[in-house]
């Protein structure tokens, strides 16, 4: 167990909270003029920061992987002795500057099933780097892929194989060619020598000094999933990795793209009796045997991969009883879970769902350890938003690297930050535009309830419009974002912009 993850899991209400963050605007790449029409294929449809926070990459539904790179890390120890002596500040906001970006997945047909797969992406992840070069995993509904980018030095010809020298006749040399006849109704000059022309020369290639960054595909994993892919997740032995759909988990490896071993299987033997889905699946950050999923009731299982080939049994399970009397038509639709994320130290698991985030912890599966409301006052909506379809919209959530605070998106491109530190009391409403506290909602100044290290916690809760009495607008809505592995950074998607907050 990480100790630090402990003291933060068992420090008590009397410890003093770290201070609310005062969030700021940083970058945006994509930023759409008032009035532009976003076309359906460049709206982002996943975000993914690599390990060490220098690189972050996007997928969109055109099936582009468009990959962003950090400018303002001072790796060069000359550099920060000579910044240093200037008096240079290094407390600087994350900087990432556009790198490349390539075309991932195209539009395919499915001609047994009449089926169009498209092009959308719909997660994309990390591997390790190695040799200078970026290795991620992206997958669309159907087929997983694995890129690997890198730096190629452009080759250039720089001698050509004629010698005009030797050539001095010009037209007279080539008027007095003999051109003999095939039997095919072709015809070749039978005026070269037997031995060859002396003077001719292979063309010389070389290197230039330019590099350009190429994406090569290495492997392609098809052909293993019958439902779409919800999800896709590295484990830390940096060999393997998972892919989930709706009713089945497949482990593969890195280097064999002709096979994969089923791991879970949900299906039923008469699809009558289906009752849950996956809706995701993850590995645990730094236990290669340890991975989670969660299902569309609400419940998340822990498994341990030394316990059997086909993980039937899972060795914890977490999930809320609902309280009695509470029960609706919509009650097993908003339980069901979008996302899940570990946190860095493994200790805890992050999920959300329609209405709530939860913090969970491993060792406690008797309930989460705190609740923040997100969506509290669309209760009364929820007709509506089922008519819409906004009801099945599935949200992503994301933890600091530290473990002390929790995000998530919501609707009007709006996104909510929470303290998840016991006794705090942080709940931040932020807006994805260059100024992220114009539409900010001051949630009543009320302690959490802390019992046995569970709290409930509010966010910016209003029937329908914000304090400014704009009215919320369920079309625009923000689904994917990440936070930064090591610092308070968040990027976060709007449609096809692509937008950077600090804190």
């Known amino acids: 167990m990480n100790p630090k993850a402990a003291d933060v899991a068992e420090c008590g209400p009397s410890d003093s909270p770290p201070p609310s963050l005062d969030w ?12 532009e029409e976003v076309q359906e294929v460049d709206i982002i449809s996943a975000i993914e920061f690599d390990k060490s926070g220098d690189h972050l990459a996007t997928g969109d539904r055109g099936g582009r992987v468009v990959l962003f790179e950090r400018t303002d890390n001072i790796r060069d120890n000359e550099d920060r002795r000579e910044l240093e002596s200037q008096d240079y500040s290094a407390n600087k906001h994350p900087e990432f500057r556009y790198k490349t970006e390539f075309q991932s997945h195209e539009p395919e047909f499915d001609y047994l099933k009449s089926l169009e797969i498209e092009e959308k992406i719909n997660k994309i992840r990390w591997c390790q780097t190695a040799n200078n070069a970026l290795f991620l995993l992206s997958t669309n509904d159907k087929t997983i892929k694995y890129w690997k980018v890198q730096e190629k030095k452009v080759k250039r010809v720089a001698v050509m194989n004629m010698d005009t020298t030797q050539n001095g006749g010009g037209g007279a ?21 037997p031995g060859g022309l002396p003077s001719l020369r292979l063309p010389v290639v070389v290197a230039s000094q330019e590099s350009n960054l190429v994406a090569r595909c290495r492997r392609v994993y098809a052909h293993a999933h019958d439902y779409h892919i919800n ?7 940096g060999e393997t990795f998972i892919s989930a759909d709706d009713l089945r988990i497949n482990l593969w490896n890195l280097e064999i793209s002709n096979q994969s071993f089923n791991i879970v299987d949900v299906k039923p033997a008469n699809m009558e009796d289906l009752t849950e889905v996956i809706t995701c699946a993850e590995f645990h950050p730094t236990h290669c045997n340890t991975l989670a999923y969660s299902s569309s009731k609400g419940s998340i299982r822990l498994l341990d991969l030394r316990q059997s080939a086909l993980l039937d049994n899972h060795s914890k399970l977490f999930e809320e009883h609902e309280a009695p009397g509470t029960r609706s038509f919509f009650t097993e639709i908003i339980a069901s879970i979008s996302d899940i994320k570990f946190a860095r130290d493994g200790r805890h698991i992050l999920s959300r769902d329609y209405m709530t985030l939860k913090l969970w912890d491993i060792n406690m599966d008797s309930g989460p350890v705190a609740t923040f409301q997100v969506h509290e006052y669309l209760r009364p909506k929820l007709c509506d938003l089922y008519e819409n379809d906004s009801i099945f919209d599935k949200f992503e959530c994301c933890l ?12 009007s491109n709006l996104f909510r930050v929470f303290g998840s530190y016991p006794g705090s009391t942080e709940a931040t409403t932020l807006e994805a535009s260059r100024n992220p506290m114009r539409r900010q909602v001051q949630n009543a100044a009320r302690p959490a309830r802390s019992l046995m290290n569970r ?8 029937p329908g419009a914000d304090v400014n009495g704009n009215a919320y607008d369920f079309t625009t809505k923000l689904l994917h974002l990440a936070w930064h592995p090591t610092e308070n950074s968040i990027a976060c998607a709007a449609a096809n912009s692509l937008y950077m907050y600090y804190a």
């Open 24 to 35: 700021r605007f940083s970058q945006v790449f994509g930023e759409r003029t008032a009035g």
């Open 231 to 237: 999800s896709v997740s590295n484990n830390s032995d």
């Open 455 to 462: 709290v409930v916690r509010r966010g910016a809760e209003s």
């Open 400 to 411: 600091s690297g530290d473990g002390l605070r929790v995000g998530t998106g919501s609707y």
């Open 173 to 193: 040399a080539s008027s007095s060619r003999t051109m003999s006849s095939l039997p095919n109704g072709g015809s070749y000059d039978s005026s070269f020598p």
